[in-house]
């Protein structure tokens, strides 16, 4: 496993195959109270429109933590523009990478410092899902 960074985002890589990485990163959400809402197969939602991509299988997981979602919402209903959060996995050198964008780096462009903690918190356990979807 090894892990990327950026200013926005993170990403770890795993050498699990994508189905069994995209199984083991919705567990490790469920055990931090989140919920994937919807799952993505950008392959094949692109191939049913006549297109391919020419490498890598994408699936984009859009998921929820209910009332880490409600606080935020009813601190500052602009956060709408972010949610749901985010997680990517991609295949890649014989294995899949784990990524999302960075709730704290997100709710940062709204300039309200009241979200702060809660960004935090949301960051922390999607990280901390990620990395141990990457190990297990």
């Not at 050498?15 to 919705?26: F, I, N, T």
């Not at 294995?95 to 949301?122: M, N, S, Y």
């Amino acid at each position: 496993m090894s892990a990327r960074s950026g200013d926005m985002t993170r990403a770890v890589r795993t050498p699990k195959a994508l189905d069994q990485a995209v199984r083991d990163v919705e567990a490790a959400l469920a055990k931090r109270r989140f919920s994937v809402l919807w799952a993505l197969d950008v392959n094949e939602t692109l191939a049913g429109k006549g297109l391919a991509l020419r490498d890598g299988q994408f699936r984009i997981l859009e998921v929820c933590s209910a009332p880490r979602a409600k606080e935020a919402l009813d601190t500052n209903p602009l956060v709408a523009n972010f949610l749901p959060c985010k997680v990517t996995l991609r295949t890649c050198d014989g294995g899949t990478e784990i990524g999302l964008p960075l709730p704290t780096a997100l709710i940062g462009l709204l300039g309200d410092a009241r979200l702060r903690p809660l960004a935090e918190e949301v960051e922390r356990a999607m990280l901390e899902a990620i990395d141990e979807a990457a190990r297990d």
